[in-house]
């Protein structure tokens, strides 16, 4: 069998929020892959070359993290983890591990949290990336780097209500940016390095 799958990520909210977005496209279904990590199925399917043809179908719309898996008889999937962001961040936009960990700014054992951004009148999806001094926002693709990288002190943090779940904006001297999609867990984990206004 040949199984249309995303990567692996640590269970939370992150595999939630990306649950939600891959539903219009096809049912899913959250799987445990070897290493305990979660990943979505999309679909199975029997030949290698009909899972080729729904992966193209399905990367026209930008989903860059689906990948075919093949599986026999009643294998455990694979561990594929999720590339952390800043394994390829840009480094005008955002620092490195090397440069975070020189600058006692280490990046924190969770994964990315996967967001609807609004900047201005642009919109897009993105990622929000908790390090222990600051935010990395990135675009939908991660591989481009980090869009901005904002230091706790420079900004001023709210949590707002969204429809089903909360909102967080980010205000520095001359940007506002809202983040939907996050969950109190991210909130709780994020009050460890900073204040957040309610």
Do not use: C, H, W
């Not at 595999?15 to 899913?28: D, F, Q, R, T």
């Amino acid at each position: 069998m040949y199984s249309l799958r995303t990567k692996s990520y640590p269970y939370g909210e992150s595999i939630g929020i990306l649950e939600e977005k891959l539903m219009p496209i096809s049912p899913a279904r959250i799987l445990k892959d070897s290493e305990g990590m979660y990943f979505i199925e999309l679909q199975l399917f029997e030949a290698e070359e009909d899972a080729l043809g729904r992966l193209n179908e399905i990367e026209k719309l930008n989903y860059d993290s689906l990948l075919i898996e093949e599986r026999i008889g009643a294998e455990k999937p694979k561990n594929y983890p999720v590339q952390t962001v800043s394994e390829g961040a840009n480094e005008d936009t955002s620092k490195s591990r090397d440069e975070l960990s020189d600058n006692g700014n280490d990046v924190l054992k969770s994964s990315l949290y996967p967001v609807s951004v609004k900047e201005g009148e642009e919109n897009y999806y993105g990622n929000i990336e908790m390090l222990d001094k600051g935010l990395n926002i990135y675009g939908e693709d991660i591989d481009a780097g980090a869009k901005y990288y904002f230091d706790y002190k420079d900004i001023a943090l709210t949590k707002l209500l969204g429809e089903a779940s909360f909102k967080l904006k980010i205000e520095t001297g001359d940007k506002t940016i809202i983040a939907s999609g996050v969950f109190s867990d991210f909130f709780e984990e994020l009050e460890k390095y900073t204040q957040i206004k309610e």
